[in-house]
């Protein structure tokens, strides 16, 4: 297996310098015409200076800083969101925003939710990098219009477009661990009206690892194929025609290292994982103009997901299916440059069959109890919503929304939202906002790791909608540093407090994890101070830092620190190009701060610790070939499974995680794009 590695990257270094095909224009380049030489780069990472919420902009170069193959590795150069394992076992990875869970904040797909559901422990390695044109994170309740779930924020992703002037382009990965993967993407221009892009991903791990000697593999063994369709219509008379599918089939197997999937599973002796995911997706967005001028607008949308999930964790056994559809149709009217209003009606239905079947030890004569689950529920929502918005001259700005919806199981929901921006002065802006969100919990796949435990799971009854208020601010300055007039400070504090949780609660009784609402307090306050500048051309510089306090009241303990979750982070960045951006090189450090740990383990704060990333990327004509390394001095945490080496017992636990599982990753790859 090494030979082919070393193959591989013997064939991507060298092929390059032979691949022939016509040149087109690219913004990062240098070209010359008539002795006269251009020079341009695009920004990839920015705060939006026009809207009125705070954003942060991950642009298709800055996505490209790293491998990032799929979603869930596109954070790493960023400290607004955390990135970490559920557990030790499955792989699942989770993202928090605000110092929450990624539960509370609302994944868009081009502006329609999604990995909602039982696609949330894995839907952001259903999204590969590699995919993706952007991603645009915004902080705070955001907008009215797609629902009442954003609660710490909204991350939209923005894929590659039927329209791109790219017809190919194609990535292949490979690392040392023996992971690879292959994304072909295909933008075809049929006529002036219809165009459509075919996105294709494949990947898959070829051996499993166990570098901390405890008998588990590392991550598990995971294999998926995922297949996209998009289409634009572009009529004469303005009306826009947006719908695509998406099919996606994922399998990991984890575990303990001698188990074998083929093998009767209770017969072994080896505890085992296994976890198949199928996921169907089929949208439909139309824009309509009322009139010539485009001030009145009338758009329909509407999105239809099904997902499977079926697994076992070692002796519990865990399956759901879901049929989840979503409806908007909205009205825009845009009265002058300074006033708009969007007003609408929307409808949501999620349809649950989910089953549990919990088994776990106990005694000193290791007998086993059971006990299942019927988690499964059909949820129907229907509601309406306004939003104004007021425009003066991009240098006021004022969005307030309201939305009442109607939830079969939880009655009315109302959520009001308000958004506003001020230019204090040409370089410094102002950010204010304001907002409450609602999510229906999934017991088990918003928090799956308790699965890969030996942990009795007890699940209180008449758990209700989790609700909080997000409000807060920011300041950002731009300024001028040497030749750089994009250069910004930026600060920002959020708050959020919840009237109602749903926790998950490991503390209060041992051997047993409790699923109960909250009573008390529940709340985070987040500080961050970003910078960023180019002081020389081609030299870049991104700085950030965030504080976190998180505090939980949990049963039997009163208000306390929220366990496993980082007080402080720090990302910087820097980045260099050389003349015309034929080579480029990227270092990314971290340092991550310290996590209280549940109170059943020896310590009570996880250590803080350091994390380092390095790519090269040498571009020919239109093939970028790049390699690089993660996590380089191969920091991992130790022991991160409890009684490792007696699985079925009561004790064993591998939902404690703080830190990385995987240590040093040697990576390489080619992108080839055939431009018009």
Not at 227 to 241: E, F, K, P, T
């Amino acid at each position: 297996m090494k030979k082919i590695y070393l193959l591989f990257l013997f064939f991507i270094f060298t092929v390059p310098a032979f691949a022939q095909h016509d040149a087109h224009l690219d913004t990062t380049k240098t070209y010359e015409l008539d002795e006269v030489v251009s020079y341009g780069s695009s920004q990839t990472n920015y705060i939006s200076t026009l809207q009125p919420v705070k954003t942060e902009l991950i642009t298709g170069a800055g996505l490209k800083k790293m491998a990032c193959c799929n979603l869930a590795e596109s954070f790493e150069n960023n400290a607004s969101i955390s990135v970490g394992y559920s557990d030790a076992v499955s792989g699942a990875r989770q993202i928090r925003l605000l110092g929450l869970s990624g539960n509370y904040t609302q994944m868009l797909d081009e502006a329609r939710p999604s990995m909602r559901g039982l696609a949330a422990p894995f839907g952001l390695s259903y999204m590969p990098g590699q995919w993706l044109e952007g991603v645009q994170i915004a902080k705070g309740p955001g907008s009215v219009i797609n629902g009442y779930e954003s609660i710490a924020g909204q991350i939209n992703l923005e894929l590659r477009k039927p329209t791109t002037a790219e017809p190919l382009f194609v990535n292949v990965y490979l690392d040392h661990f023996l992971r690879t993967e292959a994304n072909i993407t295909s933008s075809l221009q049929l006529n002036e009206r219809w165009n459509t892009a075919i996105l294709a991903h494949t990947s898959t791990d070829l051996q499993k690892q166990d570098e901390n000697n405890d008998g588990f593999m590392d991550e598990p063994v995971k294999k998926q194929f995922n297949l996209a369709n998009r289409w634009i219509y572009m009529g004469d008379n303005g009306v826009q025609w947006r719908f695509g599918v998406q099919g996606l089939y994922e399998s990991r197997d984890g575990g303990q290292m001698g188990f074998d999937k083929n093998a009767p599973r209770h017969a072994q002796g080896w505890y085992g994982s296994q976890i198949e995911n199928t996921h169907f997706n089929a949208y439909s967005k139309t824009g309509v103009p009322l009139t010539g001028d485009n001030t009145h607008n009338i758009a329909f949308v509407a999105d239809y997901t099904f997902h499977e999930l079926r697994s076992f964790f070692g002796m519990k056994d865990y399956s759901g299916r879901q049929h989840a559809g979503f409806v908007n149709v909205l009205l825009q009217n845009f009265f002058n440059d300074t006033h708009h209003l969007t007003t609408g009606l929307s409808g949501r239905f999620d349809d649950y069959s989910e089953t549990l079947q919990d088994r776990w030890t106990y005694s000193p004569e290791r007998l086993t109890a059971s006990r299942g689950y019927d988690l499964g529920r059909r949820e129907v929502v229907g509601g309406a919503f306004g939003e104004y918005t007021c425009n003066v001259d991009n240098r006021f700005v004022l969005v307030a929304g309201l939305r009442a919806d109607y939830n079969s199981l939880h009655r009315w929901l109302v959520t009001p939202r308000v958004n506003i921006k001020y230019d204090v002065t040409e370089h410094l802006a102002l950010r204010g906002a304001a907002g409450r969100g609602y999510r229906s919990a999934n017991v088990i796949t918003d928090n799956i790791g308790m699965l890969a435990t030996g942990y009795e799971i007890k699940i209180a009854g008449g758990l209700d909608i989790e609700s909080g208020w997000t409000y807060g601010g920011s300041l950002v300055y731009y300024f001028q540093l040497f030749n750089d007039d994009r250069s910004y400070l930026s600060a920002d504090y959020f708050r959020t407090g919840f009237s109602n949780q749903t926790l998950i609660d490991q503390e209060r009784e041992p051997g047993k994890v409790w699923v109960y609402n909250l009573q008390g307090k529940s709340y985070t306050n987040t500080y961050q101070i970003d910078f960023s500048a180019e002081p020389i051309p081609r030299f870049t510089i991104s700085a950030t830092f965030r504080y976190n306090d998180n505090r939980v009241d949990l049963d039997g303990q009163g208000l306390v620190e929220t366990p496993l979750r980082d007080r402080y982070k720090g990302v910087l960045n820097l980045q260099y190009g050389a003349r015309m951006y034929k080579w480029t090189f990227d270092l990314t450090a971290q340092i991550n701060g310290q996590s209280r740990l549940p109170n059943f383990m020896p310590d009570d704060y996880s250590p803080a610790y350091p994390l380092f990333f390095a790519q090269i990327t040498r571009k020919f004509r239109g093939i970028d070939v790049y390699a690089g390394v993660e996590n380089i001095f191969n920091y991992k945490q130790q022991n991160p499974i409890l009684s490792a080496s007696d699985a079925f017992s009561p004790a064993f636990n591998s939902s404690v995680i703080w830190g990385p599982l995987m240590g040093r990753r040697i990576y390489a790859g080619i992108r080839y794009t055939l431009f018009r």
